[in-house]
């Protein structure tokens, strides 16, 4: 009986911690455990060729509407030894004022939300969008009504990852001030944050306690976007570049891994080799 209790007690604490167990060694699902976005096309084998612990992928064209498609590989995936995350397309923008993109974008993310679901996706990664003209606060208030919407059928079915932006004068998450705004009203929903190295960098943000600084607003980082910007600080343009080859100090992307202590994947070119230096990078770096 005591053998019993204790083995309830593990469990319970294991599945509070976000643990599994399995009949090989332990490993937590959180932590500094690195990746890459990877071509949807076999995830798993793109992780196998980067030595990846992470995977992240688009499930439909990430620059078009089409509705994502049930998977063969959604067990597998389920059941790798990969932490998943899925991208939502570009295209989503719920945070705008005009209603042939805003209505769809709501649509179409409770779809991805559900289809992540199926793969096993501990988040699903969304840009925090723009006002193209207007109030902010309109904007801010289309974000609260996404989340309304989305639980008119019970809510997302995966976690939602709110992605801070590089450009954009009107944007609800290139700007701190504007993120702070934004999560006095999507804060309440248990929405999850993504940080962007480069996104910070292009969109005028230090990365210099930028963690201290996020959290202050969010409370939590839930995944970091390892990328280097080919262009300048507040350039406000999206260009990743591979760590190291650009315009941010390396010093200060694993100095940002450190601190958030969340899961990583680089977004950067050169396919596996590009990605797989990255990855070994920052393993160096983390463990030396």
């Known amino acids: 009986m ?4 204790v083995e309830i007690v593990v469990q319970v604490v294991v599945l509070r911690q976000g643990w599994t167990i399995s009949s090989g060694p332990r490993r937590r699902l ?6 890459a976005h990877v071509d949807p096309a076999d995830p798993l084998a793109e992780a196998t060729a980067r030595h990846a612990e992470v995977v992240q992928f688009f499930l439909a064209d990430p620059q078009g509407w089409k509705d994502p498609q049930a998977r063969a590989d959604a067990d597998a995936l389920r059941g790798a030894d990969v932490d998943v995350f899925v991208h ?3 295209v989503i923008n719920v945070a705008t004022t005009n209603n042939r993109i805003r209505i769809p974008s709501r649509k179409l993310l409770v779809k991805h939300a559900d289809a992540a679901r199926t793969v096993g996706a501990r988040g699903l990664i969304v840009h925090g969008g723009h006002v193209d003209k207007g109030d902010l606060a309109t904007g801010i208030d289309n974000w609260r009504k996404t989340f309304a ?3 008119e059928s019970g809510g997302f079915a995966t976690q939602i990852l709110i992605e801070n932006t590089a ?3 009107n944007a609800c998450a290139r700007r701190f001030d504007a993120l702070a705004r934004l999560w006095d009203v999507v804060g309440e929903f248990g929405v999850g944050f993504c940080l962007d190295t480069c996104h910070a960098h292009a969109g005028g943000e230090d990365l210099v306690d930028i963690v201290d600084r996020v959290k202050a607003i969010t409370g939590r980082i839930d995944l970091i976007h390892a990328n280097d910007s080919k262009d300048g600080f507040d350039s406000g343009r999206d260009r990743h570049d591979n760590l190291g080859s650009g315009n941010i100090d390396p010093d200060l992307v694993v100095a940002v891994i450190r601190a958030a202590d969340a899961p990583v994947v680089v977004e950067t070119p050169g396919g596996a080799t590009g990605q797989s230096a990255d990855i070994a990078y920052l393993r160096k770096r983390l463990n030396g």
């Open 2 to 5: 005591m053998v019993m209790l």
């Open 30 to 35: 959180g932590g500094m455990r690195i990746g």
């Open 88 to 90: 939502a397309p570009y």
């Open 149 to 151: 919407y989305a639980e």
């Open 167 to 169: 450009g954009g004068e």
